[in-house]
């Protein structure tokens, strides 16, 4: 395998190496804590129809579009940019990437906090008994505690510099790769007892029965940017990881496996949350608090309802560390390959100022700060940092990353890559390439300009 190495630089060890850090990245609260909750605000099933086309014709296009530019050029978000176009403007779209990870980073950690937080409430048995308005309550007291998020969250954001530090192959690898597949395992034993729940099947009516009046540009904007943000794309996480991978793996084989992986966590996710959330009469559309009103509910109607709750936030809270690590890496990469910091110095720069920016988020929904940090269209700076980065950043970040790898780069340098020089068979290529130069750059726009409703149709 030695030929497979990087020259010079850190990189994944193996094929499951790979594919276990680009999907530990792409797996995390996007599919778990946000994909229920927007599908419960949107609209139900017919939000799952736009986001998985959305899936299967823009992502895995930009997936493999970022994979090519990381490899190809060896480099961070910024630098691969500033390699393969000397001069030209196309490092912004780097830019967006690393301005993209700190709003991210910032609430992300924050809701990773919560789960941090459950895994001490369930493994102290604190949802025993509750009823389940009593376990809505137990959720937002918590959150609106202007001290207690905030401690969870730096605890979360201490974590992930610490793996971080460490470096690519020792850290992001082996966490990975065992506790990716025991989370699956897990969401499958939920998701057959919230299917033998009385009134599961509304649950499933509501994820699989689409109401085609619900979809507006809205809709489609969300769902679009949820895309983005549950596949780690349109900042650079693939681009800095495609720069791990080894020049003998196959990028678009990596990228299809790595889409459907994601998908079916986030189904799964789903089919455990939906029919709980009808059986204990929770709402719907009742936002970012879904998950973790109604988890803890269907575990109190499991036989070991506490061991199951606490393996589940411990896995989540993996699952959001996997994730986070791959966003600080974006940051972290370029302070070392462009700003020449060490390893250390740059995680500790990167982490401190993200968590700063973490901690408004937290207090934006407090009851003591909330109301200084909530203004404009969006509300608090928690939604600020959230909407912005997925519906705005990320597509435009997909955007400039399909224009580049279908206008900029040549043809046959895409052929090259993505066919190992020559060493596999690539059949796909004119309908990968037609897909970078037109479908995705004009379907992100279309939907950014019906979004903005600068346009209607
Ligand atoms: N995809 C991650 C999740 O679903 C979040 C993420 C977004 C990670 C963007 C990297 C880049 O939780």
Redesign the pocket.
């Known amino acids: 395998m030695d030929n497979n190495k990087l020259q010079g630089r850190e990189g994944f060890g193996s094929k499951a190496g790979i594919i276990a850090a680009a999907a530990g ?11 229920p909750y927007i599908t419960g605000l949107y609209g139900g099933a017919s939000f799952l129809v736009v986001y998985l086309i959305c899936i299967a014709f823009i992502g895995v296009t930009v997936m493999l579009a970022e994979f090519i530019i990381g490899r190809k050029a060896g480099k961070n978000a910024i630098g691969s940019f500033i390699k393969l176009a000397p001069g030209k403007p196309w490092f912004l779209a780097g830019w967006t990437g690393v301005v ?2 700190f709003m ?1 980073l910032s609430f ?1 950690g924050v809701v990773a906090g919560w789960s941090l937080h459950y895994i001490v409430k369930a493994a102290t048995n604190a949802f025993e008994g509750l009823t389940p308005e009593y376990v809505g309550n137990l959720f937002d007291g918590f959150v609106s505690a202007t001290f207690a998020p905030v401690v969870y969250q730096v605890l979360f954001m201490f974590m992930t510099g610490y793996i971080v530090a460490a470096g690519v192959g020792e850290g992001i690898e082996k966490y990975s790769k065992i506790l990716m597949p025991l989370l699956l395992v897990l969401l499958i034993i939920l998701d057959i007892r919230a299917l033998t729940l009385p009134g599961a099947d509304l649950g499933m009516a509501f994820l699989f029965s689409p109401d085609w009046s619900k979809i507006n540009g809205e809709v489609i904007l969300v769902a679009l940017g949820h895309a ?8 650079g ?2 681009i800095t990881y495609g720069s791990y991978i080894g020049k003998r793996e196959d990028l678009a084989e990596t990228a299809v496996q790595v889409s459907i992986a ?1 998908t079916v966590i ?1 189904l799964l996710a789903g089919i455990a949350i939906f029919p709980a959330v009808f059986a204990f009469g929770v709402e719907p559309a009742s936002g970012p608090s879904l998950v973790f009103v109604t988890l803890p509910n269907l575990f109190n109607r499991m036989a070991g309802g506490a061991f199951f709750a606490t393996l589940f936030f411990v896995l989540l809270s993996i ?2 560390l996997t ?2 690590i ?2 600080l890496e ?1 940051v972290v990469a370029y302070f070392i390959e462009e700003l020449r910091m060490e390893r250390k110095k740059a995680t500790v720069i990167a982490t401190v100022s993200i968590t700063l920016i973490g901690m408004l988020c937290s207090l934006s929904n407090s009851a003591s700060l909330g109301p200084a940090l909530t203004f404009g269209a969006f509300g608090s700076f928690f939604n600020w940092m959230d909407k912005l ?2 519906n705005y950043l ?1 597509p435009l970040g997909g955007l400039l990353i399909c224009l580049f790898v279908g206008w900029h780069l040549s043809r046959e340098e895409v052929a090259a890559e993505i066919g190992n020089e020559g060493e596999l068979e690539t059949p796909y290529l004119p309908l990968f390439l037609f897909a970078t130069r037109f479908i995705a750059p004009v379907a992100i726009a279309v939907v950014f300009l019906n979004g903005l409703g600068l346009i209607r149709f």
Do not use: E, P, R
Not at 228 to 235: D, E, I, K, N, V
């Open positions: 990245s792409a797996i995390g609260l996007g599919n778990i804590w946000k994909f993209a990870a991210i992300y983005f943000f549950s596949l780690s794309l349109g900042m996480t693939m994601d986030a699952a959001a994730s986070s791959s966003i974006v980065s997925a990320l």
